[in-house]
């Protein structure tokens, strides 16, 4: 899987966060549009570097919808360090057309 | 008393959106849910409520409903075809008839009149890059969009390598073209006036975050980007890489 610089940010949210948090949350944290991290969520599900579970509770005795929470897989959790680490050795080199 | 009268109906105006604004973030939610493929109905259903209570102010919650619909779009290609063709397709007709106009020099046209007015406005480079807040002195880069039918950046490498043409006497139009960068809307126009088919499945990629904008109009529409670099001092332009 490619991971662009939302990825990146998604999952460095769910690695830093010790329980499991909502899309809202991520949102916040990332500051990332719900147009945006909705699909790398879905994506990053699909590939399993991703799992969510519902909130514990019931709608009506919570007294609002329950809140999809989600948590990084062991997957997710070594590639995504692969990723930042790739991008730090990166960040060393000289860009194109610049001098 | 007309500013006490324009007062009372902005704050009543006010109020009205504000009462109107989260129902319209629900009925967006519901139709973006309505877009997905039927078996993640549900569930993104009940987990984009969720995230809608989470976000406080109304207007917000219509902005991250939005995001919903593109969401939504993303995760089914067939519905983003949809919405692109039903999004799109009354920006090309108003590309069509403003270009129309313009071959038979109808000025009727507010867009036309407009755009014709500013073009033959002529600034040159010098004051368009001082007026930017730039030094005399500077050496600027930037990247070109060079148009393959459109092709306002060769005249402005002729006009700038020939002395008896000097920088000041470029248009506005080709500055314009020179720092335009293409908007979604704009690429996408481009594409279908190009017909190019094949290229709207890779379009996927672009609205997925997986392929830059860039790449994917450079393909699409086989127009390509140069990097030159301004001497403002002595007026010169330079080539750093041309288009491929």
């Known amino acids: 899987m490619r991971l662009t610089t939302q ?93 | 008393m007309g500013h006490f009268i324009a007062a009372l109906l902005g704050k009543l105006c006010a109020e009205e959106v504000k009462a109107w604004l989260p129902p319209v973030a629900e009925r967006i939610t519901q139709w973006a849910v309505r877009c997905l493929p039927k078996e993640l109905r549900q569930r993104y259903g009940e987990e984009w409520r969720s995230h809608l209570d989470d976000v406080p102010g109304p207007l917000a919650k219509v902005w991250v409903a939005c995001g919903f619909l593109s969401a939504a779009t993303q995760a089914s290609s067939r519905i983003t075809a949809f919405w692109l063709f039903l999004i799109f397709l009354p920006a090309i007709g108003s590309m069509r008839i403003i270009r129309y106009l313009n071959a038979r020099k109808m000025y009727t046209f507010p867009l036309t009149f407009l755009s014709e007015r500013v073009e033959q406005m002529e600034i040159g480079v010098r004051e368009y890059f001082e007026g930017q807040g730039y030094s005399p002195n500077q050496r600027m880069r930037f990247e070109a969009w060079v148009k393959s039918r459109e092709i306002p950046l060769a005249r402005l490498l002729h006009e700038s390598l020939n002395p008896d043409y000097p920088l000041s006497r470029i248009y506005s139009r080709d500055v314009h073209y020179a720092f335009w960068r293409p908007s979604l809307l704009y690429s996408i126009s481009e594409y279908l006036a190009a017909r190019r088919l094949d290229q709207l499945l890779v379009l996927n990629s672009v609205m997925s975050g997986e392929m830059s904008l860039r790449d994917w109009y450079e393909g699409a529409t086989g127009q390509d980007t140069t990097l030159l670099e301004v001497n403002l001092k002595t007026n010169k332009l330079k080539v750093l890489r041309a288009a491929r």
Do not use: C, Q
Not at chain 1, 27 to 47: C, D, F, H, I, Q
Not at chain 1, 72 to 79: D, N, V, Y
């Open chain 1, 7 to 99: 990825t990146l940010n998604v999952l460095g949210a769910l690695i830093s966060s010790k329980d499991a948090v909502s899309g809202a949350d991520i949102a916040r944290e990332t500051k990332l549009s719900s147009g945006t991290l909705y699909p790398v969520l879905m994506r990053l599900e699909r590939n399993g570097w991703v799992e969510s579970n519902w909130e514990e509770g019931e709608p009506h005795d919570l007294g609002r919808p329950r809140r999809r929470l989600y948590r990084i897989t062991g997957l997710g959790g070594r590639e995504a360090r692969k990723g930042f680490a790739e991008i730090k050795a990166a960040i060393g080199r000289p860009a194109w057309g610049t001098s």
